[in-house]
């Protein structure tokens, strides 16, 4: 009888660690998603604003969604080496 407790309290903590590495690959997805989203949409505010500048906006732009997508893939590499 204990043993059996015993497994199946190990086989809920299995499964909410898979639960919770899940999760957290989704919210480091989602909010890749949103940062970048903020990213273009200032971008393309503030290349209306000033147009002699949309080089250079465009090119800071670019730089800065390729770190939040490294990020991203950072975190969501971290939350499926959690479930191995």
């Known amino acids: 009888m204990l043993l059996s407790t015993v497994l199946l309290q190990a086989a ?5 660690g898979k639960l919770g590495a899940a ?8 909010g890749a998603g949103i940062g970048i989203g903020k990213i273009g949409g200032s971008a393309m ?3 209306a604003r000033q147009p002699e500048m949309a080089g250079k906006i465009r090119t ?8 939040i997508e490294g990020v991203a ?4 590499v971290i ?6």
Do not use: D, K, P
Request: with cysteine; charged share 5%.
């Open 12 to 16: 809920a903590g299995a499964a909410l």
């Open 23 to 30: 999760i957290g690959a989704g919210v480091a997805a989602i």
């Open 45 to 47: 505010e503030s290349m």
């Open 60 to 67: 800071n732009m670019i730089i800065i969604a390729a770190l």
């Open 73 to 76: 893939l950072f975190a969501v």
């Open 79 to 84: 939350c499926f080496m959690a479930v191995a």
